[in-house]
C-alpha cells in the first residue's frame, strides 16, 4: 500500500514559480514510477510530466515542456515538481500518483494523493 500526500499548491501571478512535493508512505514506493497530473474545472485529467523508479528517465506534457522539472529523492520518499514561467492555463488541482509502468496514462497509476490546488492570476 501507498499514500500520498500533495502540497505546495498556491495562488500565484504569471511568471512566477512553485515547487509541488508528494510525500509517500509505504514499502513499495522506490519501485514505483511517479508522475503528476492536473485537471482544470470542466475539464479532464491530463498528465503532466513522469518519472522513472530510480530516477534516470522523465518525461514531460508538450504544455509544460521547458518549465517543469520532476525529481524524486527516494531516501525520503519524496517526488517534487518545479514549475517556473506559470500561465494562467496551468490553473488545476494537481495530482500525484504512484504506478508500476513508466508512463502518461492515468489508468497505469495505481494510487492517487489527494491533490493539491494551483492558481495562476493572469
Known amino acids: 500500500q501507498v499514500q500520498l500526500v500533495e502540497s505546495g499548491g498556491g495562488l500565484v501571478q504569471a511568471g512566477a514559480s512553485l515547487r509541488l512535493s508528494c510525500a509517500a508512505s509505504g514499502r513499495t514506493f522506490s519501485s514505483y514510477a511517479m508522475g503528476w497530473f492536473r485537471q482544470a474545472p470542466g475539464k479532464d485529467r491530463e498528465f503532466v510530466a513522469a518519472i522513472s523508479w530510480n530516477g534516470d528517465r522523465t518525461f514531460y506534457a508538450d504544455s509544460v515542456k521547458g518549465r517543469c522539472t520532476i525529481s524524486r529523492v527516494i531516501g525520503n520518499n519524496t517526488v517534487f515538481l518545479q514549475m517556473n514561467s506559470l500561465k494562467p492555463e496551468d490553473t488545476a488541482v494537481y495530482y500525484c500518483?504512484?504506478?508500476?509502468?513508466?508512463?502518461?496514462?492515468?489508468?497505469?497509476?495505481?494510487?492517487w494523493g489527494q491533490g493539491t490546488q494551483v492558481t495562476v492570476s493572469s
Open positions: 500518483a504512484a504506478g508500476p509502468v513508466y508512463g502518461g496514462v492515468s489508468t497505469e497509476y495505481r494510487y
